[in-house]
Nanobody
C-alpha cells in the first residue's frame, strides 16, 4: 500500500511561484497514476492535474493549463506540482492522490497554498 506525504506550499504574492512535492512510501509507486486536486474554502474539491505512471502523459484543468506543471520521479517516488503565475483564485488546500484507471483512492494530507493580491 502506498502512503503519501506532502510538502511545500505556503504564502506567495500573485504572480509568484511555488512547488509542491508528494513523496510516497511503498514499493508500488510507479504502478500508480498520480494527480493533484485542490479545495478552496466553501467549495468542492476540484481536479488540477494528473500524470500517468510512466510520466509520459499529463492532463490539466483548464484553469491551470499553461501555468502549472505536474511531473514525477519514480526513482525518488515523488510527484511534483510546479505552480507559476499564481493567482489569488489558486488559493486552496492542495492534495496529491494516487490511483488507477482514473479512480484515486490514496490521498496525501493536504497542504495550504495562499496567494495574496
Amino acid at each position: 500500500q502506498v502512503q503519501l506525504v506532502q510538502s511545500g506550499g505556503g504564502l506567495v504574492q500573485a504572480g509568484g511561484s511555488l512547488t509542491l512535492s508528494c513523496a510516497a512510501s511503498g514499493r508500488t509507486f510507479s504502478s500508480y497514476a498520480m494527480a493533484w486536486f485542490r479545495q478552496a474554502p466553501g467549495k468542492e474539491r476540484e481536479f488540477v492535474a494528473t500524470i500517468s505512471w510512466s510520466g509520459g502523459s499529463t492532463y490539466y484543468a483548464d484553469s491551470v493549463k499553461g501555468r502549472f506543471t505536474i511531473s514525477r520521479d519514480n526513482a525518488k517516488k515523488t510527484v511534483y506540482l510546479q505552480m507559476n503565475s499564481l493567482k489569488p483564485e489558486d488559493t486552496a488546500v492542495y492534495y496529491c492522490a494516487a490511483g488507477v484507471h482514473g479512480s484515486y483512492g490514496i490521498w496525501g494530507q493536504g497542504t495550504q497554498v495562499t496567494v495574496s493580491s
